[in-house]
């Protein structure tokens, strides 16, 4: 599976832009999809992830009320709409997708099969 993250940017504290994972070769049909950012010199942190199958979300404390992850079905992609950014929202964003992943290693990289390369959001003040 060959992932792509697509709508990073520039945005002003408070603004908005919304993140799309598609992937080529393959539908997402049976994968866990997350969304992972990452700064300079920290370790990737856990966004949001979405079971296609069923489309049960999850989101990390520091972005519940702000992200949304949701599947478009009829396009095979993944969304997350980040509202309300805020400076520490800041970082390179990568999407990864894997068919196994239980629930206790959701937010864990390592869990995920699959990644693509990240998008940078900037959050200026």
């Known amino acids: 599976v060959q992932l792509q993250a697509s709508g990073g940017g520039l945005v002003q504290a408070g603004g908005s832009l919304r993140l799309s994972c598609a992937a080529s070769?393959?539908?997402?049909?049976?994968?866990?999809v997350a969304w992972f950012r990452q700064t300079p010199g920290k370790e990737r942190d856990f966004v949001a992830a979405?079971?296609?199958?069923?489309?049960?979300?999850y989101h990390a404390d520091s972005v519940k009320g702000r992200f949304t992850i949701s599947r478009v079905s009829a396009e095979n992609l993944v969304n997350m709409q980040m509202n309300s950014l805020r400076l520490e929202d800041t970082a390179v964003y990568s999407c990864?997708?894997?068919?196994?992943?239980?629930?206790?290693?959701?937010?864990?990289?390592?869990?995920?099969?699959?990644w693509g390369p990240g998008t940078l959001v900037t959050v200026s003040s």
């Open positions: 990864a997708a894997s068919r196994t992943v239980i629930l206790s290693q959701i937010r864990v990289p390592s869990a995920y099969a699959y």
């Open positions: 070769g393959r539908t997402f049909s049976g994968y866990t």
């Open positions: 979405i079971r296609w199958n069923g489309g049960h979300t």
